[in-house]
């Protein structure tokens, strides 16, 4: 093989591994994803909805399947509340930070899929006076861990 074929096989190699980077890339998502299921103490036949709040301002809701299971994705450096509803069942709101150090953003943003199953009581008067003031559960990022994790912060 001359000089001139071994030149073209590289430049084509780097170019195959410059375009394999860059989709790669292309496709690191930018945001979380919580996958999970709502677990209702008293099964009924309707669906559950998740009220999600973005930042205090913006609010939207999703159905809930027959099942019970969701998936969220959340946009990165945000800050998100997550109230699970289901009929005749206490309704639960968890705060989520999707706050990550910028370095680590620019690295790697590809964080697993984060597992959430969410009890909620059934609501008659004896629980509903038990339940009305619980902890409320957050979930942000941790530099210890490197990834999220599932926060109860007493003074909520």
């Known amino acids: ?58 609010r939207s809701t999703i159905q809930i399947s027959i099942e019970g299971r969701y998936t969220l994705d959340l946009d990165f450096f945000n800050e998100y509340s997550l109230k699970f509803k289901y009929p005749g069942h206490i309704d639960k709101t968890i705060r989520v930070s999707t706050k990550i150090p910028d370095e680590i953003f620019r690295k790697n943003p590809n964080f697993p899929e984060f597992p959430l199953i969410v009890t909620l009581v059934n609501a008659n008067d004896e629980q509903i006076k038990r339940e009305m003031c619980p902890p409320i559960p957050s979930i942000a990022y941790s530099k210890e861990v490197d990834n999220f994790v599932k926060l109860v912060s007493p003074e909520n």
């Open 1 to 58: 093989m001359n000089k001139a074929n071994r030149i073209g096989i590289f430049i084509v190699f780097a170019i195959l591994m410059l375009s394999g980077n860059l989709i790669l890339q292309a496709q690191t998502k930018k945001q979380l994803t919580i996958v999970g299921k709502i677990a209702p103490e008293v099964m009924g036949t309707g669906t559950g909805t998740i009220e999600i709040t973005k930042n205090e301002k913006e």
